[in-house]
């Protein structure tokens, strides 16, 4: 792509934050933009319509980076070997490193271990296996039993303003939480590190979503012997991980939260702002072989190890990024409680409403207030 042809599709994507924002809180007749609701509502698209713009436009102009028949070679062993076959295991968490860390007033602990989540042969011949080192974050006090929040954060994050959006200071203040936050490969801490994750190469996408589920899981299994239950939630990104390690592994509760229908659907549904030089990869992130390799990571076809009552699924109402869909359609499988935001998919993160449905969920879980 020419540098005058980038600079343009930059351009008129940004002049049209606006004119999208209007449009989408505008279309069902019932918003007021001159009500306290409605100019928050406003506000909250608009975050989403930039955070797009500055995720998709500002990397790199995508290309293609593999063939429709190479992705339908890998579909024929993965599909051969199902869910079961593709997530083994998970190897022994064994720390390498803990290091003491603050966030403003928040402390928590760093700790790097390495970790190889055996690839199916497929995708180990890609380059994709191997070990890498892993990062989660803590926030814990005491030597006792206390309820543990496995949090997997979106994409942008992982790094340790997660402390912030997933409120792990109140929650070990007022509910006696002690937090975990994995950090996803290719984010945060990990931006610089082998792997890259996500990209434009389906393959990568699924061999990285495979590993973050098989690290997420040992992080899971290391923090179970000190507590008195276990709670998993994902957001956006992450909310793939979270389902399917509450489908793998026994679980008290599981909260997913703007969820998305997966990672290279996602991906594909907006790279359309770069214009008709990326048709072919959105063509390859849609393809049939490439929906046939992410069934492996498919959590909307598979049933969480925690019962309905312990199951919720936050859904924004004027979600920008993954729509209403995946939230709706994930309902319909799952049960449980589905709560709107009737705002954004960035604007969930600061809102209210969301923080007292976590909490209620919380603590039916085993949370209790500390006084």
Known sequence: MKATERAYRIGRDFAGVLPRAHAAVSSNGEWNPLSLNGVRQFGEVMLDELALSGMTLTAPPPRQERTVESCAAAADELTALGMAGVHVEPDELRPTTIRRRRFGRSRY???????????????????????????????????????????????????????????????????????????????????????????????????????????????????????????????????????????????????????????????AAHLGRWGPSVRDTIALLRSEPVERVMSVVDYQTVEPSPPPARRLIVGAWHDQMARRDPAERLHERWGGELYWHRGSHVGHLFAAGVQHASERLLTVVGGKPVR
């Not at 975990?180 to 994750?197: E, I, N």
């Open 109 to 267: 602990e760093q700790v790097s271990f390495e970790h190889d989540p055996h690839l199916p042969a497929s995708l180990a011949a890609e380059g994709f296996g191997g070990p890498a080192t892993a990062v989660v974050h803590l926030c814990r006090s005491g030597d006792e039993a206390r309820p543990w929040l496995v949090w997997v954060h979106g994409a942008g994050q992982g790094q340790p303003i997660d402390l912030v959006f997933s409120r792990a200071r109140r929650l070990q203040e007022r509910l006696g939480y002690n937090i975990a936050l994995p950090v996803q490969p290719g984010c945060g801490v990990r931006r610089d590190r082998w792997p890259t994750y996500p990209n434009m190469d389906p393959l990568n996408n699924l061999a990285g979503m495979i590993r973050v589920v098989s690290e997420v899981r040992a992080v899971l299994r290391w923090l179970r012997p000190q507590a008195s239950t276990v709670a998993v939630s994902g957001v956006s990104m992450g909310s793939p991980v979270a389902g399917l390690v509450a489908h793998l592994e026994q679980v008290d509760a599981v909260a997913v939260y703007t969820p998305i229908f997966g990672l290279n659907e996602m991906i």
